[in-house]
């Protein structure tokens, strides 16, 4: 793990806002360096700033530096903050935490939804944007490792997911996203995102761009090394939570 932009001390003279912009400026170079080391286009990876637990005067700051996609993994926290900024017209939201379908109404309107891991939960978001008459990008969120107790679908239940989004004329896949184990090194992650990648090429047809969202602060240099097309980046921009 790279500790340079994790370390959430504040580095002197430093005002907050200062701090943000300056972990975005560290975050953004890297990106480019991974992808350029991997023979990619540097355009052709989002950075998306993990705001989750960070008051809305963070996401300005970040944005003031030239940020646009945040992704908030609580409901209720998206709720209160799409309020709160909702003179910032250009900002991206991208909803990536677990989903109970009881509150899939609240994700509606965002740019991405990157944690559809079961079919019922397609069927409900379906029912909801529907109703609104919008249409709603996701991606459907896997748990590559098989780790118990951890949400995404297995990637033998996929193509049932992918069916359930497919019959809505509301919901558009995209892509894929997962969130590895937990491991010291970030190149231990190397083989899930390979795993992933290997998926949304298998399922080519049904996934639309072909997001892969896959990478955060201590791994995501590997992601794009392996494909990455969104990166969600929370501590290395907005220190420790
Ligand atoms: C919190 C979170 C992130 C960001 O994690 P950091 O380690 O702070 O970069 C990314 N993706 C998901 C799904 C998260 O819950």
């Known amino acids: 793990m790279d500790k340079r932009w994790a370390r959430p001390t504040l580095r002197r003279g430093l005002s907050a806002e200062d701090h943000i912009a300056a972990g975005l400026q560290g975050v953004r170079k890297r990106v480019v360096a991974a992808a350029v080391r991997a023979g990619r286009d540097p355009g052709s990876v989002r950075l998306l700033a993990v705001s989750k637990s960070k008051p809305a005067a963070a996401i300005r700051a970040a944005y003031a530096a030239g940020q646009r996609d945040f992704g908030e993994n609580y409901v209720q926290e998206l709720v209160q903050k799409r309020a709160e900024l909702a003179d910032l017209t250009e900002l991206r939201w991208h909803f990536i935490g677990g989903l109970q379908r009881n509150k899939a109404r609240h994700v509606v309107g965002v740019e991405l939804v990157h944690s559809v891991d079961r079919a019922e939960l397609a069927v409900e978001l379906a029912k909801r944007v529907e109703a609104e008459g919008q249409r709603l990008s996701v991606l459907v969120e896997v748990n590559v490792a098989g780790e118990a107790q951890k949400s995404g679908c297995a990637p033998e239940a996929l193509p ?15 892509g894929l996203m997962t969130v590895p184990p937990a491991v010291d090194d970030a ?3 190397r083989r899930f995102f390979a795993e992933l990648r290997a998926l949304r090429d298998r399922h080519a047809s049904a996934l639309g761009r072909g997001e ?4 955060m602060s201590h791994d995501f240099e590997v992601a794009i090394a392996e494909g990455a097309t969104l990166v969600r980046v929370g501590t290395a921009i907005f220190g420790a939570r």
């Open 187 to 189: 190149d231990e992650a």
């Open 212 to 215: 892969l969202s896959m990478g």
């Open 160 to 174: 049932a997911v992918l069916e359930v989004i497919a019959g809505s004329n509301a919901l558009r896949a995209e």
